[in-house]
T-cell receptor, first 112, second 112 residues
């Protein structure tokens, strides 16, 4: 059974720091991996989608990498800002299914 | 941009009431999903549908049913609401062969 883990559960950094959020999964047979952002009391906003054949995706200050063989993905945030404060979730689609398995998220706080 | 609309942001219902949560997407997506999100438990899949009138149970279907009479609309039904169904409910959709999810903004349901 696929399990998705995100470490750390919470992270607090000063503004301007570069940071890395980690996501690991137990079954490497995935279609894709998606990173989301969730603000308190709101829905999930898609940040980056990496297909299984890709190694990384970039959008602005965000870069996500995927290493299927080791069951890992990282989300790199450059020059963090207080507006980046949110919970970040990763999710994978297991091969042969349509549905996502979610991690429990990393709660990020960027201090001004 | 794909838009997924959930009809209510906040709902308060009484124990035993029948509750309908509505979700509409505007991009002709085949797949639609209902999740609930609770602190410490993350997102858990209740039901999903990969075509009109098709439905499949997710990980926690007990106490819920769904309806998909039209491609764009996926309804979650609580037949007899109970206090343990107080939660944030999130709807998502994705296209066939394209497994990225788009989420709605969520419905915070309180059962009293």
């Amino acid at each position: 059974k696929q399990e998705v883990t995100q470490i750390p559960a919470a992270l607090s950094v000063p503004e301007g720091e570069n940071l890395v959020l980690n996501c690991s999964f137990t079954d490497s047979a995935i279609y894709n991996l998606q990173w989301f952002r969730q603000d308190p009391g709101k829905g999930l906003t898609s940040l980056l989608l990496i297909q299984s054949s890709q190694r990384e995706q970039t959008s602005g200050r965000l870069n996500a990498s995927l290493d299927k063989s080791s069951g890992r993905s990282t989300l790199y945030i450059a020059a963090s800002q207080p507006g980046d404060s949110a919970t970040y979730l990763c999710a994978v689609v297991v091969t042969g299914t349509y549905k996502y398995i979610f991690g429990t998220g990393t709660r990020l706080k960027v201090l001004a | 941009d794909v838009k997924v609309t959930q009809s209510s942001r906040y709902l308060v219902k009484r124990t035993g009431e029948k509750v309908f949560l509505e979700c509409v997407q505007d991009m002709d997506h085949e797949n639609m999903f209902w999740y609930r999100q609770d602190p410490g438990l993350g997102l858990r899949l209740i039901y999903f549908s990969y075509d009109v009138k098709m439905k499949e149970k997710g990980d926690i279907p007990e106490g819920y049913s769904v309806s998909r009479e039209k491609k764009e609309r996926f309804s979650l039904i609580l037949e007899s609401a109970s206090t343990n169904q107080t939660s944030m409910y999130l709807c998502a959709s994705s296209g066939q062969g394209e497994y990225g999810y788009t989420f709605g903004s969520g419905t915070r349901l309180t059962v009293v």
